[in-house]
């Protein structure tokens, strides 16, 4: 699960691995309702696309922004059918939210402390995720939003020291730069490929103080 997340700021690499342009302004540290930069694939020019979106879909059919307090993090078991997330899975609304780092408690110590979860080589991490587009029919505002992807990590080897002993182990899904283009322009078929953690990029952890 994430809650909590430093989204990357590193130019030359989303240039030199997604071909995109960086939004200008975000949070330095991104929580649910925040906006965040993702990447998307605009199939009808068939290429890669970078813009800010808020962290915790609305779906579309939502009356209101605060169904994101529960949309931030989706099981990707159930994306399928739960209502929140099956229509942008099943069309193709496939995302990569890009980051330096997240954030998980660990509880090895018997209390909570805050975790820094990166790649050991420190390049930005790409997060599966979904999104989608609500209206706010009071302002016309349109919003684009998202939602990570979560799987199982019981037998990751850093993933499963975070949260609750008697909670199930669970992460965001973490993809490696070679499946980046593969994930953005998958179907719903070939997607579910992807939800395996023993594909993750080699991972390191190291507690961190709250900013």
């Keep these: 699960m994430c809650i909590n997340f430093t989204p990357t700021k590193n130019k030359d690499w ?8 960086l939004p200008h302004t975000y949070p330095k540290e991104v929580f649910p309702s925040y906006p965040a930069p993702i990447i998307i694939f605009d199939r009808k020019n068939e290429r ?51 980051l330096d780092n997240f954030f998980e408690p660990s509880y090895e110590s018997g209390k909570p ?28 505002q349109k919003i684009i939003s998202f939602t990570m992807l979560t799987c199982n990590v019981d037998t990751h080897p850093v993933m499963k020291r975070f949260h609750r002993i008697d909670d199930e182990k669970r ?3 973490i993809l490696d730069e070679e499946q980046f283009n593969d994930w953005l322009t998958a179907t719903p078929d070939t997607a579910i490929n992807f939800m395996k953690c023993d594909m993750f990029p080699t991972l390191d952890s190291f507690r961190s103080v709250n900013t």
Excluded at 14 to 21: A, E, F, Q
Excluded at 68 to 93: C, G, I, L, M
């Design 14 to 21: 989303t240039k030199s691995v997604l071909d995109v342009d």
């Design 48 to 98: 890669h696309k970078c813009g800010l979106a808020e962290f915790g879909l609305i779906p579309s059919w939502s009356k209101d922004k605060k169904i994101q307090r529960y949309t931030y993090n989706a099981r990707h078991e159930t994306v399928k059918t739960k209502p929140s997330y099956k229509d942008s899975w099943f069309n193709r609304r496939f995302a990569l939210c890009i």
């Design 113 to 140: 402390e805050r975790y820094c979860i990166q790649r050991i080589d420190k390049r930005p991490i790409g997060i599966a995720s979904l999104w989608d587009t609500w209206i706010d029919k009071e302002t016309n």
């Design 171 to 173: 992460s965001p899904v």
